[in-house]
């Protein structure tokens, strides 16, 4: 079968664009491949991190999977520190990663800002961590979006390297899992930028954990503008309010966006936003609910973790010793007495 891997960062604040662009479409995929969710906290700590709160929030993250649906049975969940492979592995990769390829990578652009001088050699090489993430499980498919197609490329690059380097196929080329129904949410301030949880404004985004009450009263002060809803897609455009919360109601429903504007044509933003409300509300309740049960009980999703650790790190340290292997490493066999 097929194997997907990918993974979130326990970075606190799983929001509504988290739920519709990555995880709601995992729960999917564990029906036609063989699936390995990661919470990626070597990731997370290439900026700082509070200790405590990097703890709970990969807790948080793990509980978020399950509760979407993604079983820990079928699927192997754990959090990345977890397995040393992963670390071992971005440094063999990383001894053949020209520097001219991660030159070319904008996120470090975009993270390290100003001062890129400053930055840390792990956001430098966050995109071999990755590739070391991927192709530590020899995965075929990974799920990503816009920002990450550019280091999955790179992924492909550095396997296609160490392939012809050794003169082997160990590691498959690594193809984007394309999701038809993964969503780009925006901003509930701004229809222009991103959803995100680093936004200073809560009334910004939707979090998973929120609470009934909570959902309804921002999607009610979400930004709109002053005119009806369009009778055609095409109509969207220069809307980007509008377009983000048809896109919202179309995604949560499960129905397209033409399908969509034809059922709201006309209709003002209080009536539309009632109906979001109510949709927004059925959808992610349940699921804010048990990850709030699941959280509430760390001792369970500790376990979770372990276990996951546990048959990740199966998988890994075979991978890897056959890398060791390919490369000339020396791993005498230590005799048992």
């Not at 995880?23 to 036609?32: P, T």
């Not at 290439?46 to 929030?57: C, E, H, K, V």
């Not at 990578?105 to 993270?111: G, I």
């Not at 792990?122 to 995965?139: C, Q, S």
Request: with cysteine.
């Amino acid at each position: 079968m097929n194997r997907i891997f990918s993974g979130v960062q326990p970075t606190g604040n799983l929001h509504l664009g988290n739920y519709l662009g990555a995880i709601r479409n995992w729960v999917a995929l564990q029906r036609d491949f063989d699936c390995i969710f990661c919470i990626v906290d070597l990731h997370a700590i290439t900026l700082p991190q509070d200790p405590a709160a990097l703890r709970g929030s990969t807790r948080e993250v793990a509980a978020a999977y399950v509760a979407a649906g993604i079983d820990p049975e079928s699927c192997i969940i754990f959090n990345q520190s977890t397995v040393p492979a992963h670390a071992e592995l971005a440094w063999v990769l990383g001894c053949m990663t020209p520097l001219g390829w991660l030159n070319r990578m904008t996120q470090f652009k975009e993270k390290a800002g100003k001062q890129r001088e400053m930055a840390g050699l792990g956001l430098y090489g966050y995109p071999v961590l990755m590739a070391a993430d991927i192709l530590l499980y020899k995965a075929t498919h990974v799920p990503v979006g816009e920002d990450q197609k550019q280091h999955l490329e790179l992924a492909r690059d550095i396997a296609g390297t160490f392939n012809r380097t050794y003169g082997t196929d160990l590691f498959p080329l690594p193809e984007p899992q394309i999701l038809g129904t993964a969503t780009r949410v925006m901003s509930l301030r701004d229809g222009t930028k991103k959803m995100s949880k680093s936004d200073s404004s809560d009334y910004s985004r939707i979090n998973m954990t929120d609470d009934a009450d909570t959902i309804a009263l921002k999607v009610r002060r979400a930004k709109t503008d002053p005119h009806p809803l369009p009778d055609s897609v095409a109509g969207l455009e220069g809307r980007p309010e509008a377009e983000n919360l048809i896109d919202i109601y179309a995604a949560l429903s499960g129905r397209g966006r033409e399908e969509t504007v034809a059922e709201f044509a006309g209709a003002q933003f209080s009536a539309f936003k009632e109906r979001l409300v109510d949709l927004a509300v059925a959808v992610l309740g349940p699921i804010g609910a048990e990850m709030k049960r699941l959280v509430g009980a760390p001792d369970h999703v500790d376990a979770i973790l372990a276990h996951g650790a546990q048959r990740a790190n199966a998988i890994a340290e075979k991978h890897l010793a056959e890398v060791y292997d390919i490369v000339g490493m020396l791993r005498p066999r230590v005799k048992s007495s």
